[in-house]
Structure formats: structure tokens, C-alpha cells
């Protein structure tokens, strides 16, 4: 089943349901108004929708009409949580070794994660909002997922019971205000604005195979500018998978639904070529590519994001279609 | 006016408003049901609270029942967003120079904050449930407040407008988590449990001149086991005061209706006494008397809470009543 929240002026949006190839949708009203409360009452709320989903598929809703993403918010335009974790170490060896740092051992055995604010979701097509082109602006392909049944001490092999949905996210990252605030050690506030996510969420079933180990199986396509820079592996190269991220975030705290948990960049490892190091794969961030330009050349050569730029997220199925729809957004001064 | 939610078995309980001197309640049913309906509708809402409120005060409204601390949830028992500053300077000295580190010269002109976890917060007389003794759990006595009117890009002086309520908070720390999450520079996670809220949240005039300067005037009362260990003064050296901390968070974002800022740890800066440091306020966390004794012998000697401690966080007007009611936690083995 797929999920979508539509403007309508209000905090929370009206949830819609949207057809598998993403081209009709219809209200879920008389149902639930908003995902927050089909999360807070899954096992009663989701069949339902999963009525009005196969007859929207059937082409057998009444009042069906076409999908827009323009109209769309964040699944969950304010959430109860986002943590977002660091699951791709190839991510964070290429950062750290750019600036000459050690991966600690740690890091290979316990997930990084940092706690996000969750008070202000960005929906797929909404500007990237930032006062200063100098903070560093930044994009970061990511796979997330929407834990339904709460609980604390979630044993990783039991955590997939927990997921009720899976989305893309753009985690926006404001490079120069993070290279200050990690000094702190407390963590990111300023340097990690709003994160957007994908115009559906869907529930683990629409990923058929490719929903496995708790890892999703695609191919997370980034563009920037229109120019196709990130054909990343979300699956192979994700060292902690989603059940261990969420046994990370319950390990100390009772979880509750509608919390957001993120796999952090999508990024797969490098290979040699040619008596040269090379990542074929290309990148879901433009830190990896500066890290890449660094470790290569000794400097980067990329800039960040400038006013303007276009940033677009998605991901394809066996079958070609687009999952999640596309995350599309263009940076502008706020 | 005084609110406080009621645990009613939901999720987000039922809104009550309490007389100015704790002792009766009223239920707001027919205003609103829970307090993030009213902190998204203020204007409206607000008004007919405070006439309830009135009519509990003056004796005259019609089911009133014995108010009981007991029966609260936090006031707000998931919200939105929890973002914890460290705005006393003191603590912060404290710990570094206990660890041997310097205080970087940015922390006395750039707040120090953390995103917290907000989809669990606590009752004032809620357990903290812990797995292991060893992870270190400490109390941290703070001010809190929530954010009412949304911004973006708030400047410090105007912040104050967007403040609708205050609380005291009790931000559970687990000191050895702490010690580790802090190297991995993406914040705390799991060194951050669920954090504990006052009875009460009261609008801002309640203080009447103990709320100035962006700052909350009052003595906070910390006990542990019954002992009063700290009686620290909340509002002179508050290095930034609460519109620094709003402007801090909204500097980069959105900042939405129904977030939570806190103060951080109150501690008061020492005096010489005797021609040996002393810190005769006491304190408001175990980590800071650990530093002290640090500092003067070499080592700690204060343990941190064992299962079954008790800690007891309450503030009091010139009247000598309570303002916010008390949190009291029993520390559970999980």
C-alpha cells in the first residue's frame, strides 16, 4: 500500500491513498485524516486502506483522481521522531579519511545515529530554504522508514516487526554550520535544517524481494542539476541494517509510533581500476565527492549546492516503476 | 493559568487546568482535549482556558476535583520537538576541567545545544526505568519551555513572544553512554532516555517578576534520597537566556508550535572561600558534584543513582507556593 499526505493548509495535511503506479490517489477520509493517526491504531486503520488501495488499483475507487506530487508534504509532516542513522561506513571512511582521521573501531560494531528535529518535515517538491550559500548546503540520499508498534529494549531480529512503512529522504545537510557544531559534541542542530522525504510512504510488502535482511535491495538515483551523479546500492554495502538502527534508538528509551528512523547517505564502496581508486557508483552526497576529490588529489574541486540547484531523489523497482516517487527540490534563499 | 495532562490511558491524555495553588483541577473538556491543540490554536483556545482557570481560582467552577501530581503525564507526553540547551556556563566549566579539557572560547558566544529524543517524555512521577546500574543515570534539575507561535530565523529579542509556557524538566542522563556517544561528534542518542516533565506548565506571567530578562529568577530545589543537594539560582548565570536558545534552534529551520527548549543543567558558578573553591548553591547533577570533588581531591567519590533512588526537582514563587508542582522519580531496573 501507498500512502501520501496532500496539502490542504493545515499542520498535519489529509492523507491520501495512492495507486502502485503512482498516477491516481483518492482521500482516505471517513478512514483517517491524518498518517499519525492510522500509525497510532495500525492493526484497525490499515486494512481498510488496504480495501481502498486495491480498489484504486482495480480502478474501482470512486472518486479516484490523479496523483500530484506538487501537492504533496512529508508523509508525516511533523513527526514524533527522526533519528537518522549512519549505516554506509563507506560514507563515513571517505569523510574521515579526507580529513585525516581514523575510523574508530567502534563505529564498525555500533551504529552512528544522531538525533534530528522532527517539528518541520519537508515535502518532496519544497525549496531548500537557506540564508547563505556559505553554509555549506548540501544533499543526502537516504533510505527511512516509519516504526509503528512501540517498545523499548527491541532486539535487532525482532525489530522488523516494528516497520509500518518505508519512504526516501533528502536529510539536507549545511556543511560549514556542521564542521563548527560537531566540536560541541552534542550533536547537529543548525547544521541539519529540515529533511524532506518522498512524495509515498509504502509499506514493506510493495518492495517484494527487494525488501530483505532488513536492507532495501534498489538503486538510489541522485541527480543534481538534471545530471544523474548517484547510482548508489542501498542494499549490499548498508552495514547495519534497519533492525539494528532501530534497536539502537530503543536501547535506552521506549520508542513510540510514528517515530522516523534513517539509514544515513547511501553509499557503496570503492574498487580499483587501473592501479587507481575509483567509486563507480558515483555519490548521494557532494561530501563524498569532495572526500573522493580530497583522497585523490589532495583538494577538493566540487562546490556545494548554490541558489538555484536542483536536487532529484528516487529509486525504481524490478518492474521499473518508481517506489516512492521522486524527491525534487531546488535550493532558494530563505 | 496552570495546565497539566491527565492520564487517561491515550496517548496524549486528557488537558486539565489547575488552580494557581495546586490544589484543584478542572478538566477543559469542551475547549480542548490535549495541550498541542491548544499551543496550535493559542489565540483561540487560550482564552476560554484562562477563564476556566479564573473560575478554579475564585472557587466558582463547577467540577472541580483535588488536583493529584500523581495522575500527570508531562504535560505534553510526545511532542514535536525537544531541544535541550546548556546555558550556565558553570556546569560546562565544571565537567571540562574536571575531564582536563578547555573550554573552547566559541562556547561563551554560540549556545550549546542537543536535539533530543521527544516521543517519550515522562510524568513527573513516572520510574526511570534503566537496564544497568553501570550506565551511570544522573538527574539534571532544568528550566524548559514551549514554543507557541512558529518562526524561522527568530532573533533573540523577539523570541520571547513565542514563549507560551515553562516547566521544570528532568533530563535523565546516563553519564557512561554519554561518554561514548560524545565521540562519535553526531550527539546522544541513547546517553538520553526519556526526559521528565513538571506537573504543570504555566503561561509565563505566573512568574510574575521571576520571569525577566529571558530568564527564570527562581531557586530550583533539587533532592536526591530525600536530601537537598542543590539549591541553585536559576536565573543569574544563565550564560544565554531562553531567547538565545529559541534563536539558536531557529536559526537554520522552521521552528513549529509545540516545541520543547530547555535550559540545561542550573548551576551556579563557585566562590572562594577560605582560600579553598567551594560551590555553596549545591547541584543540580551528579556529573557536577563528581567534577567538583574532581577538581579539589583528584577523584570523585559521589556515585551516581542506584535502583531505587529517589529525586525530587521543584521551584517556589516569593510566596512561598510551588510554581510548577514537583517532579519526584524513583530510579527501576528496566
Known sequence: ?????????????????????????????????????????????????????????????????????????????????WADGSAYLNHVELVRAAGGAEVPERFYTEPLMYQGGSDDLLGPCDDIRVADEAFGIDFEGELALVIGKPGRHIAAADAMQHVRLLMLANDVSLRQLIAAEVETRLGLVQGKPSTAFSPVAVTPDELGEAWQDGRVHLTLQVSWNGRKVGLCEAGPDMRFHFGQLIAHVARTRNVRAGSIVGSGTVSNHGVDQGGRRDWPKGYSCIAEKRAIETILDGAPRTDYMRFGDTVRIEAFGADGQSVFGAIEQRVAKA
Chains 1, 2 share one sequence.
Open 1 to 81: 500500500m501507498k500512502l501520501a499526505t496532500y496539502r490542504d493548509g493545515s499542520r498535519d495535511g489529509q492523507l491520501v491513498v495512492v495507486s502502485r503506479d503512482l498516477s491516481t490517489a483518492h482521500y482516505a477520509t471517513g478512514i483517517a485524516d491524518r498518517l499519525q493517526q492510522v500509525l497510532d491504531d495500525w492493526g484497525f486503520l490499515s486494512p481498510q486502506l488496504q480495501d481502498l488501495y486495491e480498489a484504486l488499483n482495480g480502478g474501482k475507487a470512486r472518486h479516484a483522481f490523479p496523483f500530484d506530487p506538487q501537492m504533496c508534504m512529508a508523509p508525516l509532516p511533523r513527526a514524533y521522531q
